[in-house]
Nanobody, 121 residues
Framework: QVQLVESGGGLVQAGGSLRLSCAAS????????MGWYRQAPGRERELVAR???????NYADSVKERFTISRDNAKNTVYLQMNSLKPDDTALYYC???????????????WGQGTQVTVSS
């Protein structure tokens, strides 16, 4: 079994910062990519940022220069540092990870339950 648990969401004023964390636990053999998605009310879930095991990253255009994704491979944890937050960043933020479980050859994508980020104007 594998679990992803997010933390760090909350309410912040426009221009402020938050740092999200997502820790993976369970029977983990290896983790390939890890990422953050978000979903605002009435909108589809969208990619925010993604980081692969080698450290390469990609970001949605709307968050470039403001958000930074990083990971601690020893802790199986991915982070999202969010600066200069805007009301449009308000959403439920989900992390995911592409994980190969111990003893299995396939890679599956796992999702966390989400953490709410609300940015007030």
């Amino acid at each position: 079994q594998v679990q992803l648990v997010e933390s760090g969401g909350g309410l912040v004023q426009a221009g402020g910062s938050l740092r999200l964390s997502c820790a993976a636990s369970g029977s983990i053999g290896s983790i390939n990519a890890m990422g953050w998605y978000r979903q605002a009310p009435g909108r589809e879930r969208e990619l925010v940022a993604r980081i692969i095991s080698g450290g390469s990253t990609n970001y949605a255009d709307s968050v470039k220069e403001r958000f930074t994704i990083s990971r601690d491979n020893a802790k199986n944890t991915v982070y999202l540092q969010m600066n200069s937050l805007k009301p449009d960043d308000t959403a439920l933020y989900y992390c995911n990870a592409d994980i190969q479980r111990i003893g299995l050859s396939i890679v599956n994508r796992y999702w966390g339950q989400g953490t709410q980020v609300t940015v007030s104007s």
